[in-house]
């Protein structure tokens, strides 16, 4: 069983950042691509990043592309989402999940585990 738990989430005032931590229990973490995405009210779940489990290759949904940036530390089994100029379109409860091997990072549908999402705010 893998169990993820988000940190960092909070309240930033719009142009300001935050970095989001995940924190993995297991000792394949480094053997697995992990991804990060947010879901606001009455919206679906939104990829917004994915790291390759060497941290060798990552991918952005065009949304964050150039404000976020992830990466991972696999010797302390944690991947980590740092958000730069915020803006009032970025609240939302943000998500950390493992990736199923071989599968795509966009869709929700090919991550197996999630963590309890961390509550992002930002106020204008």
């Known amino acids: 069983q893998v169990q993820l738990v988000e940190s960092g989430g909070g309240l930033v005032q719009a142009g300001g950042s935050l970095r989001l931590s995940c924190a993995a229990s297991?000792?394949?973490?480094?053997?697995?691509?992990m991804g990060w995405f947010r879901q606001a009210p009455g919206k679906d779940r939104e990829f917004l990043a994915g790291?390759?489990?060497?941290?060798?290759?990552?991918y952005y949904a065009d949304s964050v592309k150039g404000r976020f940036t992830i990466s991972r530390e696999n010797a302390k089994n944690t991947v980590y989402l740092q958000m730069n100029s915020l803006n009032p379109e970025d609240p939302a409860v943000y998500y950390c999940?493992?990736?199923?091997?071989?599968?795509?990072?966009?869709?929700?549908?090919?991550?197996?585990?999630w963590g309890q999402g961390t509550q992002v705010t930002v106020s204008s």
């Open positions: 999940a493992r990736r199923r091997l071989g599968g795509s990072y966009l869709s929700a549908d090919e991550y197996d585990y």
């Open positions: 297991g000792r394949t973490f480094s053997g697995y691509a």
């Open positions: 790291i390759s489990g060497s941290g060798s290759s990552t």
